[in-house]
């Protein structure tokens, strides 16, 4: 193929994004190595170019490159572009650190930040190890050594500063994993490092245990971040026995099944894309390297959509990474459970009650949300986030009106924790303290194939107290005389049927992240007083018999 890597350094990814519209800007130019001489597209029509822009398609030119590489590495090929790219590797990264990079960043060499570097190291130190033996590899051996270097650094840092939990940790270690092996196997000589960047006291296994619940979720409550980690895990026990893995990784993998539709649809839980072929792909690589570490990973249905959503340009690769552990998968059930989120299943309904902590920087104002899927339709989904180079939008996606929670007085709640309890067939959660003098009931109930969905509010003074829906379906609405109905049309249909007081007001909002442009019908269910109960049903047959919740 004609083309090169880009010769510039890279800069943050999440500021590939259209300023006007909010959009990740379309891929394309990455196989050349040139950024688009009109610019970077917007799928509403805009051609953007900035220096912020450039540096974020450099990023990402670099990411298809070390795929494309990592690729060719499987057959044999890529030797000639490992050793070109770490003599401009060497080239770009000998002044040190990044000097553009923001004051909050932890500074990287080749691109803005170090995790940066680190996501971008894994693949090509895989892809050495795969050409070791096979071709002389000797001039990646400094970009190599640089890696594990910085990769020591930068966790040293991340203890420094009390953070060692921090998802940024599970990469430096994957990197200085890598790396090393990388380096050991092109230098013909054993690999040392296991205890450094697994199994010691900075190590993977330790990240592991601090960094997770005892339900396997990640503590930022992210679906996207418990996968970014998951992913630096597996990545990093290349060659590793299963039998000597820490059972919670499976809990890791069983957490995510737990939250999984039948169809495969993950809700995008708190920071993270709604909608994105680069997740879908990273999907794709957990469930590859989970199915050689457990046989009970209950996520063929995530890889099945992922493949799906990736289309017929699927290049292949995670079919390539057999043999990823030095045994057999484990054959043992490891039960799912989360201290973050309620998952109540209905007849052809998938809910998910929000009320757990508020996960850091990467949480959302979204607690006691109720989320609603079919197998494969998000009716009213978490609405995920936009890329964070966008401070407009990413502040609308953290913030209450986005989710399909209460809202008072049009004010931010605070960040709170709910209590949860639950059974085969209901779960309640109550929240106090997220807005002053306001205490919140969400319980859920199933009945006859029904999901009933009953929310209590009371207030120590009148307030204004909306209950929200955030479809991303068609979204119909009807005030009969004694109920509003909904239906909330995809390719799956659900029918709502909803008593209480109040005034229910539609009005366009903006749906999910992956286009803020993409209108939807907001349905905003509004009493002003000191207490409300709402009352709904869902089902996904009509049911006009209905006359009372």
């Not at 030095?326 to 989360?338: E, I, K, N, T």
């Not at 229910?504 to 509004?526: F, I, K, N």
């Amino acid at each position: 193929m004609t083309g090169h890597p880009p010769i510039e350094r890279g800069g943050w990814w999440h500021e590939y994004v259209c300023p006007a519209h909010g959009v990740e800007l379309e891929h394309a130019g990455f196989d050349t190595g040139e950024f688009p001489a009109a610019g970077a597209q917007c799928r509403h029509g805009c051609r953007v170019d900035t220096p912020a822009v450039r540096g974020a398609w450099t990023v990402l030119a670099h990411h298809w490159w070390a795929r494309r590489i990592r690729l060719l590495s499987y057959d044999g090929g890529g030797a000639e572009l490992l050793t070109s790219y770490a003599r401009l590797y060497q080239e770009l990264t000998k002044a040190g650190e990044h000097e553009q990079a923001q004051g909050w960043m932890q500074r990287g060499r080749l691109f803005h930040q170090a995790l940066t570097d680190a996501v971008w190291g894994v693949p090509i130190a895989h892809s050495i190890v795969n050409l070791a033996g096979r071709a002389d590899l000797a001039e990646t051996l400094p970009m190599l050594d640089d890696m594990v270097a910085g990769a020591r650094r930068a966790r040293d840092a991340m203890v420094a500063q009390d953070k060692f939990s921090s998802n940024y940790t599970a990469w430096f270690n994957a990197l200085g994993a890598t790396a090393s092996q990388a380096a050991a196997a092109v230098r013909g000589e054993d690999w040392d490092g296991a205890h450094e960047w697994l199994t010691g006291e900075r190590g993977q296994f330790a990240h592991l245990e601090v960094a997770t619940g005892e339900d396997g979720w990640e503590w930022e409550g992210s679906t996207y971040y418990h996968g970014f980690v998951l992913r630096a895990y597996l990545l990093s026990l290349r060659g590793s026995d299963p039998a000597a893995v820490p059972e919670r990784l499976e809990r890791m993998i069983a957490a995510l099944a737990g939250i999984a539709t039948e169809g495969g649809i993950l809700p995008a839980l708190h920071d993270g894309p709604y909608r994105r072929v680069p997740l879908a792909l990273e999907w794709l690589e957990i469930v590859a390297l989970a199915r050689q570490l457990t046989t009970h990973h209950g996520l063929d249905a995530v890889a099945d959509r992922a493949r799906a959503e990736i289309g017929p340009e699927y290049d292949g690769l995670e079919d390539r990474f057999t043999g990823w552990f030095a045994g057999p998968p484990l054959d043992r059930a490891v039960a799912s459970s989360s201290s973050s989120y309620a998952v109540i299943r209905a007849d052809g309904i998938h809910a998910v009650l929000d009320h757990g902590p508020h996960g850091g920087s990467h949480g959302h104002h979204d607690k006691l949300a109720l989320y609603l899927y079919g197998a494969s339709t998000p009716w009213q989904p978490d609405p995920g986030q936009v890329p964070y180079g966008h401070t407009e939008w990413r502040r609308h996606y953290k913030s209450v009106v986005a989710h399909p929670t209460i809202r008072i007085d049009g004010l931010e709640p605070a960040e709170a924790t709910g209590v949860l309890s639950q059974d085969q067939t209901s779960a309640t959660a109550q929240v106090d303290g997220w807005y002053d003098g306001v205490r919140a009931t969400r319980q859920l109930i199933v009945e006859d194939g029904r999901l009933v969905d009953v929310v209590r509010v009371t207030a120590d003074r009148e307030r204004e107290i909306v209950l929200q829906f955030r479809p991303d379906v068609h979204l119909t609405v009807e005030v009969g005389p004694d109920a509003i109905r909904t239906t909330w049309a995809g390719d799956e249909t659900l029918y709502g049927y909803h008593q209480g007081d109040g005034v229910p007001v539609t009005r366009p909002g903006p749906g999910p992240a992956d286009d803020p442009q993409r209108p939807r019908t907001w349905l905003d269910w509004t009493v002003v007083g000191t207490s409300a109960v709402f009352r709904s049903v869902y089902s996904t047959t009509p049911n006009p018999g209905m006359t009372d919740v």
